[in-house]
């Protein structure tokens, strides 16, 4: 745990600028915006396997997928609303009839309904004027209401959209019904200053009681967008497991979780021991391993090899750490190399009882200095150039495809 004084302290200075919300509702977009990675595809069985390890640490909502996208992503998103989780299971559809029929027949209770609202997006991809939207809109939300659901709405690229149009859009779903109204970051051009201002403009035009953002990480602002977020008041953060997500992928559930818990003392109501292992078996299934310096899960956050630093551990963990490892469910690492010190050795020793002369440990040092400086980097080097090849271009090789291709005995012709 961090100093709990230190940061009551920060706390109460910036306490103004807080508003954040009674009860946080985290909504895990893994299985959904995870999925569209690149490369990266669950099975249905797969989905059921991490769905329930996001309830079971206490996720209050889990966007399951889309059903219209396939027979196979509509049997995973039934298995999961099937499945007595504890979460809130979400299926999403475009604002079109079959893709919300789609959602009804999945048997989820909660919808999110998405359009894109920026001009970008109306001009070049949907070819569909703001009135068009706002009626396909309407119609939307009018049918899944109709039909029970939850709604949430979501505009895809809502910050670069004109404010004009996002605020007579949420206005229009509002008085259809929708219950939550979502702002995406979608290409991640918020800055935590700029999304504050933002969604103050927000809450004074629309109003919204319950209401979400989905934050990307175009500039590694995903998390710091998230939080300032929350601190204006938005109730359900998005977030994916690992980050994982489109590009450079979405705000991390895990550093999102741990930021409310620890930095700002607020409980989400989440099994943070549960997280590491989480994040291990999203890792696995997705298959896109973590940075050793990804935060709070990857190898090296709680581990430490520098003399200074593991002094400072051994004396006291809050010398190099903001909170201990086993809120993760993860344990502490010290690593021995060119840069350990005295005191890490004397501490390693003390394993098998050796307490050894102050010239044997010196000499000991001095060998395990030299060991760590000449430690070969042969197998990582290996593991490189196996990673390049893999994730340089993930999923169908262009061998595979041309093969594709030949069997259907498409005409081609070589440039
Ligand atoms: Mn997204």
């Known amino acids: 745990m961090a100093d709990e004084r230190l940061v009551e302290d920060y706390h109460r200075t910036t306490a103004g600028d807080r508003h954040l919300p009674e009860h946080i509702e985290v ?41 219209v996208v396939s027979t196979e992503e509509a049997r995973a998103v039934s298995l999961l609303a099937g499945a007595g989780l504890r979460a809130k299971v979400l299926a999403a559809g475009r604002t079109v009839a079959t893709d919300v029929d789609a959602i009804i027949r999945s048997g989820a209770r ?21 009135e068009a939207v706002l009626e396909a809109s309407v119609r939307s939300v009018r049918q899944a209401k109709a039909a029970g659901l939850h709604v949430a709405f979501v505009t895809e690229d809502t910050t670069r959209a004109p404010f004009d149009f996002v605020e007579r859009l949420y206005r229009a779903v509002l008085a259809e019904g929708a219950d939550r109204l979502v702002i995406a970051d979608t290409v991640g051009v918020m800055t935590p200053l700029t999304f504050r201002w933002y969604l103050r403009e927000f809450a004074r035009r629309v109003q919204p009681r319950d209401w979400s953002v989905h934050c990307h990480n175009d500039f590694g602002l995903a998390v710091a967008n998230t939080l300032t977020a929350l601190e204006e008041g938005v109730t359900s953060p998005q977030v994916c497991v690992n980050g994982l997500g489109e590009r450079a992928g979405n705000a991390s559930l895990e550093e999102v979780v741990m930021g409310l818990e620890v930095l ?41 090899e520098a003399g200074i630093h593991t002094h400072g551990i051994l004396q006291h963990t809050l010398t190099y750490e903001p909170l201990q490892p086993a809120m993760l469910g993860r344990e502490r690492q010290m690593i021995l190399g060119k840069h350990t ?44 150039e196996e ?29």
Do not use: C
């Not at 999925?35 to 990266?40: A, K, R, S």
């Not at 102050?358 to 980097?377: T, W």
């Open 110 to 130: 909660y919808a999110a309904i998405f359009v894109a609202a920026s001009d970008v997006h109306l001009r070049y991809k949907l070819k569909m004027t703001q």
């Open 341 to 384: 010190g005295k005191a890490a050795l004397v501490e390693k020793l003390k394993e098998r009882h050796a307490n050894p002369s102050d010239e044997l440990l010196a000499q000991l040092l001095l060998r395990l200095k030299q060991a760590g400086e000449s430690h070969g980097k042969e197998e990582i080097r290996r593991f490189l």
């Open 27 to 67: 909504w895990d977009e893994t299985l959904r915006d995870g999925e569209q990675m690149p490369g990266v595809h669950f099975s249905p069985e797969e989905k059921l396997r991490i769905a329930e390890a996001l309830s079971d640490a206490g996720v209050s909502v889990l966007n399951a997928g889309i059903p």
């Open 387 to 415: 990673y390049r090849r893999i994730y340089a271009r993930p999923g169908i090789s262009d061998e595979e495809f041309w093969g594709l291709v030949d069997e259907l005995g498409i005409r081609t012709e070589r440039t």
């Open 264 to 304: 700002y003392g607020v409980h989400t109501g989440m099994a943070t021991e549960k997280l590491y292992g989480l994040s291990q078996l999203v890792e696995e299934i997705a298959g896109v391993p973590l940075p050793p310096n990804k935060a709070l899960v990857g190898y090296n956050s709680f581990s430490h």
